[in-house]
T-cell receptor
Framework: DQQVKQNSPSLSVQEGRISILNCDYT??????FLWYKKYPAEGPTFLIS?????DKNEDGRFTVFLNKSAKHLSLHIVPSQPGDSAVYFC????????????FGAGTILRVKS | GAVVSQHPSRVICKSGTSVKIECRSL??????MFWYRQFPKQSLMLMAT?????????EQGVEKDKFLINHASLTLSTLTVTSAHPEDSSFYIC??????????FGNGTRLTVT
């Protein structure tokens, strides 16, 4: 049973436009959410996080939105750059998982120049 | 720069042999490290939590006798895949955190068992 779902396996965006990556979760006890970026043959790199007490967190071109009632979060990248092309993983922790991270399956983002 | 170092990055071994993967925390002490496995086009799955000075905690469905974890010091955890089989071929990644930081991952090890 996947508790963190990224329903879009891939996304293609034009350089300069906005990239929106979505993530849904089923466990209402999750209270901390993270986005990681992964390049081929490398480990995931932390990008941005959000606590359940917030509904938005912004860091430069990256903004994460959290909708607790819908159990949905999204990552916005504006403006998108070719170097943003990677696999993006959504992850959650909390509840019975404590500090352990539960990952989604990832979304491949391709930014076209 | 990298804060978690993993070695080797890639290994090919024959079926029935054992393979050791090292994970080191750089410039910080990690009492806890985490080992993940990723199959193609799937999410990262937590295998076990490595605890310095004590036994590792394995997730449900992970064979502790097959995936031996040793956390001998505050900066080193090792994962040994014993009697490897082709179905063990996967991408293994370790991670660690210090203080309240998010998890930081190593670059992973691509294991291919022939």
């Amino acid at each position: 049973d996947q508790q963190v779902k990224q329903n879009s396996p891939s996304l293609s965006v034009q350089e300069g436009r906005i990239s929106i990556l979505n993530c849904d979760y089923t466990n209402s006890m999750f209270d901390y959410f993270l986005w990681y970026k992964k390049y081929p043959a490398e480990g995931p790199t932390f990008l941005i996080s959000i606590s359940s007490i917030k509904d938005k967190n912004e860091d430069g071109r990256f903004t994460v939105f959290l909708n607790k009632s819908a159990k949905h979060l999204s990552l916005h990248i504006v403006p998108s750059q070719p170097g943003d092309s990677a696999v993006y993983f959504c992850a959650a922790s909390g509840g019975e998982y404590g500090n352990k991270l539960v990952f989604g399956a990832g979304t491949i983002l391709r930014v076209k120049s | 720069g990298a804060v978690v170092s993993q070695h080797p990055s890639r290994v090919i071994c024959k079926s029935g042999t054992s393979v050791k993967i090292e994970c080191r925390s750089l410039d910080f002490q990690a009492t806890t490290m985490f080992w993940y496995r990723q199959f193609p086009k799937q999410s990262l799955m937590l295998m076990a939590t490595s605890n310095e000075g004590s036994k590792a905690t394995y997730e449900q469905g992970v064979e502790k006798d097959k995936f031996l974890i040793n956390h001998a010091s505050l900066t080193l955890s090792t994962l040994t895949v014993t009697s490897a089989h082709p179905e063990d071929s996967s991408f293994y990644i370790c991670s660690a955190r210090w203080g309240g930081s998010p998890l930081h991952f190593g670059n992973g090890t691509r294991l291919t068992v022939t």
